[in-house]
C-alpha cells in the first residue's frame, strides 16, 4: 500500500488573478485541486510546506492527503509555479486520485553500489539516460522511486527498465522496447585518444588522376 504525506490546507473561495494576489498577501501559497470528474477545489497552503516538499525531492511522484476543514483529498502535485525573481512558489496545481483510476506519474530512479561497478573503477563514465520514468499505476500502488543496481556494470553495460527494482504493478508509458535509463560510457580520454589513431592508421588517398607528384 503507498504511503500518503499529510498536509494541512485552508479553503479559499475566489478564484482569479486578483484573489491569488490577495492570497499571497496573507502570506499564504494559493493551490487548486482539481481532476476526477469532480469540481476543481480552491485552497491555500503555508509556503513552509511547499518549500518542504520541494527541498525533499521525489514530489513529482509523492502521494498526498490533502486536509480541508476536516475532509481529506488523494493528491499529486502536478505543477508549481514560481516567481520569475525570487523563484518563490506563487500557485500549486494538483492533480486528483480517485479510486480504479489509473494516473499517470514520473518516478524518480535511484542508482546504487556505483563504487562496486567493474567499469566505473576503470575510468568509466555513468550516463543516465533518464533521471524519472514515466508509468501508468493505480494510486494506491505508485512506486516511490525505482532502484537501479549498477554494481555488476562493466564499460559499454546498460541498465534497462527490465532491470529496474520496485516497478511493481506501474507499467511504462512507453511500450515499443525496453529503453535504456543509463550506460557506463568509456572514459573520456580513451574516446579522444581513439580519433587520432583511428586517423592515422586509415590508407592514404590515392593522388587524383593527371595530378603532379
Known sequence: MATFTQIEAEARSRAGKGAAR???????VPAVIYGARQTPELIKLDPRIIHRELNRGGWRSRLYEINVDGASTRALIRDVQFHPVTDAPEHVDFQRLAAGEQVRVAVAVQF????????????????????????????????????????TLDIGDNIRWSDLKGTGEAKPTILDR?????????????????????????PAKAPAKGAKK
Open 22 to 28: 490577495a492570497t499571497r498577501r496573507e502570506g499564504k
Open 178 to 202: 525496453d529503453f535504456v535509463v543509463a550506460t557506463v560510457a568509456p572514459p573520456t580520454t580513451i574516446a579522444e585518444a581513439a580519433a587520432p589513431v583511428a586517423e592515422a592508421a586509415a
Open 112 to 151: 546504487q553500489n556505483e563504487a562496486t561497478s567493474p567499469g566505473l573503477k576503470r575510468g568509466g563514465v555513468l550516463n543516465i539516460v533518464r533521471h524519472t520514468v514515466e508509468v501508468l499505476c493505480d494510486p494506491d500502488h505508485v512506486p516511490e522511486h525505482f532502484e537501479a543496481d549498477l554494481g
